[in-house]
C-alpha cells in the first residue's frame, strides 16, 4: 500500500516555482543566473501599505481572524467591485484567502465531485489543472492559438462544454500569455454560457490593473449580468500591489458558495494573516496612482523584449494586452542543435539548455499546456532583459 495519497500521485509541483528555485540555486553558486521565471513584480509594496501593517502590529491586531476575512477588508473589497466594477456585493458574499491561489482552490473543493470538468483555456497558470486534480474534477484544456492571439473562441468554448461541466476558468490578462479579452471578445463567451445555465464561471481577475494601451480591461459578469449568480469573480493583491509574499487574496460570488468556502478554509488555514489583511485595507482604499506609474516601466519592458525577442530568427513574439508576461513561439528553432549537442526536441529542451548554455531562466510552454512556447516574465529591469534578450539571441543564432 503507498504512503502517498492516490490523488497526489495525480498532481504535479509546479514547473515555474522548481525552474525559480533552480535559478537560485545555480546564482548561489556563483553563476551569472538572469531569472525571467519569477511570476512576481520587482517593485517593493508600497510605503503606506507597509506603514499600515506596522500600525495593524502595534494597535495588537495579531489576533486570529473571522475564518474568511476582517469586516473592513470585506467591505473594501465590496466598494472595489462597485467602483471598478460596478457590480453590488455584500460582505457575506466575499471569501478572504491566503493568496488568491487558496480561494481558488477553496472553490473549487467545495464544489467538484468525480467526474466534474472544469474547461481552461490554454496556455493557461500552471496551478488551475492541478487544483482540479486535487479537488476530484477533471480538468479539459483547450487550447487557445497563438494565430487566435492565445484566445479562445466562442466556437471552442461551445463544443468544450458537456452535461458534465462546472466550471469554466477565465483568467484575462493572462498569466503567462498576457492575453487581454476585449468586452466585445469576453460577450462573445458569456453569450456562450448563456446558453448553458449549468456551467458556473470562476474568473481569475489577477492581473486586472496591469494593462497597457489603453486597454480597458472588463470582468464576466459585469460584461453580462445575467452570469452574476453563477460567478465567482476572484482577485488578490499581489500582483498590483507588489504583494506577493503577503499572501492575500479574494473572491466575490453567491453567498451558498462563499459560505462552502469558508468551511473548507475554516477547516485548513483558519484565517488569512491579521496583518496582511490590515495591509490590503489600505491597499484598496489607499491611493492607486502607483499603479499607473509601475505600468510605465513594465509597458516600456514589454515593448522591449517583444521588439528583441521578434528580431531573433526562429522566434514569433506577439505583443500582449496586459500582465508582465509574454509566451513567445520556438516552432522555428524546433529540431534544430545547440553547440553542447543538445536537441531541441521541445520547449522544454529548449528551456533546460538555455539555462545550461546561457544563464537565462525561462518557463516551458509544456507547464502552460501550449507548445512549442516559451514563458518570459519581464518584471525585472531594464538591464537584465536587455542582456537576458541578448544572450537569448546568441543562443538561438548558435543553434545548427
Ligand atoms: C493567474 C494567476 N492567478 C492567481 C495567482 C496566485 O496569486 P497569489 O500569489 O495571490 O496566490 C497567480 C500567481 O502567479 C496567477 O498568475
Redesign the pocket.
Known sequence: MSFLSATLSRVKPSPSIAISTLAGELKAQGRDIIGLSA?EPDFDTPQNIKDAAVAAIAAGKTKYTAPDGIPELKEAICAKMKRDHGLTYMPNQVSVGT????T?YNALMATLNPGDEVIIPAPY?VSYPDMVLLAGGTPVAVEATLENSFKLTPEQLEAAITPNTKWFIF?SPS?PSGAGYSRAELKALTDVLMRHPHVWVMT?D??EHLVFDGFEFCTPAEVEPGLYERTLTCN?V?KAYAM?GW?I?YAAGPEHLIAAMRKVQSQSTSNPCSISQWAAVEALNGPQDFIAENNVAFKRRRDLVVSALNAIDGITCPTPEGAFYVYPSIAGLIGKTSPKGTVIADDEAFATALLAEQDVAVVFGAAFGLSPNFRVSYATSDEALVEACRRIKSFCDSLS
Open positions: 511570476g493568496g488568491g491561489k487558496q481558488l497558470w483568467n498569466n481569475d489577477m492581473y488578490g499581489s506577493t499572501r487574496g
